[in-house]
């Protein structure tokens, strides 16, 4: 599997994210899309990802795996900060 399926979440509208993940199994063909997203985004990717399996894509796609994880990383101040991170990997039924 390529990067290309995969779907960053971030500040953009929540509706892009939705019509990413459709049209990555739609337009594209793709066979999984991976949602992926940190800190206080993982909200917003657990719902992308219902929504794109329970409004759009129903029956067709299923959660095949959550991935849960920490990365450690250098603030603007030079703090070390750990952010919480999460990949849901959404696979065709």
């Given at each position: 599997m390529t990067e290309d399926n995969s779907?960053?979440?971030g500040n953009k509208p929540?509706?892009?994210y939705?019509?990413?993940?459709?049209m990555q199994f739609?337009?594209?063909n793709a066979d999984?899309?991976?949602v992926k997203a940190r800190g206080k985004f993982i909200s917003r990717a657990v719902d992308v990802s219902e929504v794109a399996m329970k409004r759009f894509l129903e029956g067709q796609?299923?959660?095949k795996?959550?991935?849960?994880?920490s990365?450690?990383?250098q603030n603007s101040e030079g703090k070390q900060v750990r952010v919480s991170t999460i990949e849901i990997t959404l696979v065709r039924v």
């Amino acid at each position: 599997m390529t990067e290309d399926n995969s779907i960053f979440i971030g500040n953009k509208p929540f509706m892009n994210y939705v019509t990413g993940v459709v049209m990555q199994f739609t337009t594209k063909n793709a066979d999984e899309v991976i949602v992926k997203a940190r800190g206080k985004f993982i909200s917003r990717a657990v719902d992308v990802s219902e929504v794109a399996m329970k409004r759009f894509l129903e029956g067709q796609i299923k959660v095949k795996d959550i991935v849960i994880d920490s990365e450690e990383f250098q603030n603007s101040e030079g703090k070390q900060v750990r952010v919480s991170t999460i990949e849901i990997t959404l696979v065709r039924v």
